[in-house]
């Protein structure tokens, strides 16, 4: 997992110094302003999926959901000092400094934001473009799943509040930009 993180920075500095737009991870300055601007717009998302199933447009939810977790992952790299353009590395370095002890984190977080490469491994990034890509506009799963994923959302939002407010200054461990 380490070389996996390590290469997102490496990469993208590549890109970078070649003049080309990185698909992966940047050092950037922690940035308390944007992290905090990530966690308004997670919650307005959330607002949305409200939105969303009273109007009976199903096939939008999943998307709010995936980008409430996924705008609250963006949020804790703003906090560390790191510009993602890639979901497959934001979750490979979230998994990483939860795995080192640097942040408290729920694993499935991680886990419903991850872009799996092989076909028997699902995450909400499958139900997503599954959800935005069909032909249906409303959806019993979405239906039966939305107070679980609304719960499971905020509980997310809570999480990266915590991270993001707290006082402690992250720094990015140093074996992974080497």
């Known amino acids: ?12 500095k590549k890109a970078e ?12 300055e922690p940035d308390d302003k944007k ?11 959330l607002e949305l999926c ?21 705008y609250c992952a963006l949020a804790i790299l ?9 979901q497959r590395c934001t979750a490979a370095f979230l998994r990483y400094i939860k795995d080192e002890g ?16 092989e076909k028997s491994e699902e995450s909400d990034v499958d139900k997503r473009e599954e ?19 609304n719960d499971f959302c905020k509980r997310c939002i809570n999480q990266t509040e915590e991270i993001v407010y707290s006082d402690r200054k992250f720094k990015i461990p140093e074996e992974l930009l080497e």
């Open 78 to 86: 703003s906090k560390f000092g790191i510009e993602s353009r890639s």
């Open 1 to 12: 997992m380490n070389d996996e993180t390590k290469d997102c920075f490496k990469n993208a």
């Open 35 to 45: 992290s905090e601007e990530y966690i308004k717009k997670a919650k307005m998302n």
């Open 102 to 117: 640097i942040i408290d984190l729920d694993q499935n977080f991680i886990e419903r934001i991850t872009v799996h490469k």
């Open 131 to 149: 959800a935005r890509y069909g032909s249906s506009i409303k959806s019993e799963e979405i239906e039966s799943q939305y107070e679980l994923m």
């Open 50 to 70: 409200e939105i969303y199933k009273e109007k009976g447009i199903d096939y939008k939810i999943p998307e709010e959901w995936f980008y409430t977790m996924y």
């Open 17 to 28: 110094e070649k003049g080309l737009k990185h698909k992966g991870l940047i050092v950037m």
